[in-house]
């Protein structure tokens, strides 16, 4: 009697020892997803370089597209708007990047005004009829305008705006006049969320 008790006590003994070996084994090749998520989390709130691209192909519109890379790596549209949120066509106020992963806004205007003056002396290359305009200027982020995973975005982005165009015939700067035409405001910041 005292055998089969001991032999028992040995095979329960054995069972629970494969149970938490293979729980140890298992634990150890599969880490828990909630620390996996905090350290996505914290990585992601430190911050770092942000590497911003807004482009428009042959359009003076309000809508454009943008990519980003380095600590923010999303893209999707931006759109050209007042802080009330309609539409700016002017270009003259925000730009609202509406990525896949969440949104926020950029202050434009101080950038716009730099351009809209270099502008002014369209066409750049009257024998060509083409421009080629380029300023620099910083994109702050608009305070509180982050959504999704951009909820609590801060910083700017020192960026150049560009433009290279080939305007129509006969050669006049107005809007809408052009053949082919590239728009891009591109630059990095250091920014934290």
């Avoid at 998520?37 to 942000?50: E, V, Y």
């Avoid at 999303?74 to 759109?79: F, L, N, S």
């Avoid at 730099?114 to 009257?126: G, I, L, N």
């Avoid at 009829?129 to 975005?153: E, K, L, N, Q």
Wanted: glycine share 10%.
């Amino acid at each position: 009697m005292h055998r089969n008790r001991v032999a028992a006590v040995l095979a329960v003994a054995a069972v629970a020892g494969a149970l938490v070996t293979g729980g140890c084994v298992s634990a150890a090749t599969k880490p828990p997803a909630a620390s996996a998520t905090a350290s996505a989390r914290a990585a992601a709130a430190t911050g770092g370089t942000a590497n911003i691209m807004i482009y428009a192909v042959n359009t003076d519109g309000a809508y454009w597209h943008a990519i980003m890379s380095g600590v923010i790596g999303d893209y999707g549209p931006a759109v050209s708007i007042y802080p009330n949120g309609q539409v700016d066509s002017a270009h003259n106020s925000e730009m609202e990047l509406r990525l896949t992963h969440g949104s926020f806004r950029l202050s434009i205007a101080a950038l716009d005004k730099k351009f809209v003056k270099s502008a002014s002396h369209e066409p750049v290359y009257p024998k060509t009829c083409t421009d080629f305009i380029s300023v620099t200027g910083t994109t702050p982020i608009v305070a509180g305008s982050g959504t999704g995973a951009y909820h609590r975005i801060r910083g700017s982005f020192p960026v150049t705006l560009t433009l290279n165009e080939v305007e129509a015939r006969p050669c006049h700067s107005s809007p809408g006049a052009f053949r082919a035409q590239l728009i891009t405001v591109a630059g990095s910041g250091t920014i934290s969320f």
